[in-house]
């Protein structure tokens, strides 16, 4: 199991940026495809975007053009930035691994982050 650790997280104002990080350890980083959820207060949990091994990343249409997901391979740790962030953005995401990004599409992931806090004032 591949333990992750996100940090980053905190109170930013609307329009404002924030990046996110996501570190492994254990299992090779470079064989996993890793992806970010968010749980806004009240809602169930939602994907943001995923990236495979390979750097190919994708999102849900409520963040492309404002969200990059990313990941250094030789450092285990991947990252998502968030510009232009907006108070629906509000949430605490999470970092999650799995075997293929397919899988995030139903919420399946073999590990999972303990979470980071994002506010967003208006």
């Known amino acids: 199991q591949v333990h992750l650790v996100e940090s980053g997280g905190g109170l930013v104002q609307t329009g404002g940026s924030l990046r996110l990080s996501c570190s492994a350890s254990?299992?090779?980083?470079?064989?996993?495809?890793m992806a970010w959820f968010r749980q806004a207060p009240g809602k169930q949990r939602e994907l943001v975007g995923t990236?495979?091994?390979?750097?190919?990343?994708r999102y849900v249409y409520s963040v492309k053009g404002r969200f990059t997901i990313s990941r250094d391979n030789a450092k285990n740790t991947m990252y998502l930035q968030m510009n232009t962030l907006e108070p629906e953005d509000t949430a605490v995401y999470y970092c999650?691994?799995?075997?293929?990004?397919?899988?995030?599409?139903?919420?399946?992931?073999?590990?999972w982050g303990q979470g980071t806090q994002v506010t967003v004032s208006r």
């Open positions: 999650a691994a799995g075997p293929a990004v397919s899988a995030f599409d139903y919420g399946l992931a073999n590990s």
């Open positions: 254990a299992i090779v980083f470079s064989t996993n495809a």
């Open positions: 990236i495979t091994t390979g750097g190919t990343a």
